[in-house]
């Protein structure tokens, strides 16, 4: 089945900096890539997602690549401010199939004031 | 207003004490789906159901039960729950499996003596 390695766990960055989180995917059938954002104490919401028909998707600060040949995909956060720390997670899925969303451990980012 | 509750929001408890988790969603979902969160764990689905009368496990349902019995509820049951059960519970729904954005409840924390 699916498994998705995301890197780093933790990442802490100063305001204004950028951030980049990455994830791997397992399955090259997986064809769907959203990210999911966590603040402390609240649900997770998602805040950008891309298909493997496109190689970029951009969305204000925030950004996703995702190179098919190397089954893995990226989120780029510019500008960081400190409402932008919390949780993200990666997620991969297989359109299509029988599979669920396969989530990546997430990465706690901090964006120092 | 759009939502996924999700009842009672803290629980502690003691081994072998069955109890339910209730999940409810006003969006006619047909997806819906239970998580478990645990540090450096990430996301890991428990049980999700594709509609009324149909459900499947996922990747952690060892010691949980679900039922969908209305489109709306989905409520996951602990029959004798065991300290390693102690997490923090998230119920989701969604138009379908995977590809649709996931709108998380509010969470439940469980703890478990």
């Known amino acids: 089945g699916e498994n998705v390695e995301q890197h780093p766990s933790t990442l802490s960055v100063q305001e204004g900096d950028s951030a980049v989180i990455k994830c791997t995917y397992s399955?090259?059938?997986?064809?769907?890539f959203p990210w999911y954002k966590q603040e402390l104490g609240k649900r997770p919401q998602l805040i950008i997602d891309?298909?493997?028909?496109?190689g970029e998707k951009k969305d204000q600060r925030i950004a996703v690549t995702l190179n098919k040949t190397a089954k893995h995909f990226s989120l780029h956060i510019t500008e960081t401010q400190p409402e932008d720390s919390a949780v993200y997670f990666c997620?991969?899925?297989?359109?299509?199939?029988?599979?669920?969303?396969?989530f990546g451990k997430g990465t706690k980012l901090s964006v120092k004031p | 207003e759009a939502q996924v509750t999700q009842n009672p929001r803290y629980l502690i408890t003691v081994t072998g004490k069955k109890l339910t988790v209730t999940c409810s969603q006003n969006?006619?979902?047909?997806?819906m789906s239970w998580y478990r969160q645990d540090p450096g764990l990430g996301l890991r689905q428990i049980y999700y159901?594709?509609?009324?009368?149909?459900?499947d496990k996922g990747d952690v349902p060892e010691g949980y039960k679900v039922s969908r019995k209305e489109k709306r509820n989905f409520p996951l049951i602990l029959e004798s729950p065991s300290p390693n059960q102690t997490s923090l519970y998230f119920c989701?729904?969604?138009?379908?499996?995977?590809?649709?954005?996931?709108?998380f409840g509010p969470g439940t924390r469980l703890t478990v003596t």
């Open positions: 891309i298909r493997s028909n496109v």
């Open positions: 399955d090259s059938a997986s064809n769907y």
């Open positions: 997620a991969a899925y297989q359109e299509g199939s029988q599979g669920n969303l396969i």
């Open positions: 159901s594709m509609n009324v009368e149909v459900t």
């Open positions: 969006m006619n979902h047909e997806y």
């Open positions: 989701a729904s969604s138009l379908g499996a995977g590809r649709y954005e996931q709108y």
